[in-house]
């Protein structure tokens, strides 16, 4: 059974820092990008951030570039999001995705697995 189980969200005052943890089984996870995304209510889901499976790129929205890092450790299975200089518009829930193969990391529709989710509140 496929699985991604994101952890790590909570309350925390702006300018605070989070880190969310994704935690894989049930696929190859050294073969598939890790990408995060977030959706706060009322509003679509955006991509956050990537990181890609082999070669260790990543992406960032405009949004959280300079404030948020990407990174992983495939001898775990895990994918993270350090997030640092919070702000109360990144108040939202915040998933973590796996795509095999994509083309646009921004595209929540071609990831193939996604977890449950963890809210970040960010208090002003």
């Known amino acids: 059974e496929v699985q991604l189980v994101e952890s790590g969200g909570g309350l925390v005052q702006a300018g605070g820092s989070l880190r969310l943890s994704c935690v894989a089984s049930?696929?190859?996870?050294?073969?598939?990008?890790i990408g995060w995304f977030r959706q706060a209510p009322g509003k679509e889901r955006e991509g956050v951030s990537c990181i890609d499976a082999n070669v260790r790129k990543t992406y960032y929205a405009d949004s959280v570039k300079g404030r948020f890092t990407i990174s992983r450790d495939n001898a775990k299975n895990t994918a993270y999001l350090q997030m640092n200089k919070l702000k109360p518009e990144d108040t939202a829930a915040y998933y973590c995705?796996?795509?095999?193969?994509?083309?646009?990391?921004?595209?929540?529709?071609?990831?193939?697995?996604w977890g449950q989710g963890t809210q970040v509140t960010v208090s002003s």
């Open positions: 049930g696929f190859t996870f050294e073969n598939y990008a």
């Open positions: 995705a796996a795509v095999g193969y994509g083309s646009t990391w921004y595209n929540h529709h071609e990831y193939d697995y």
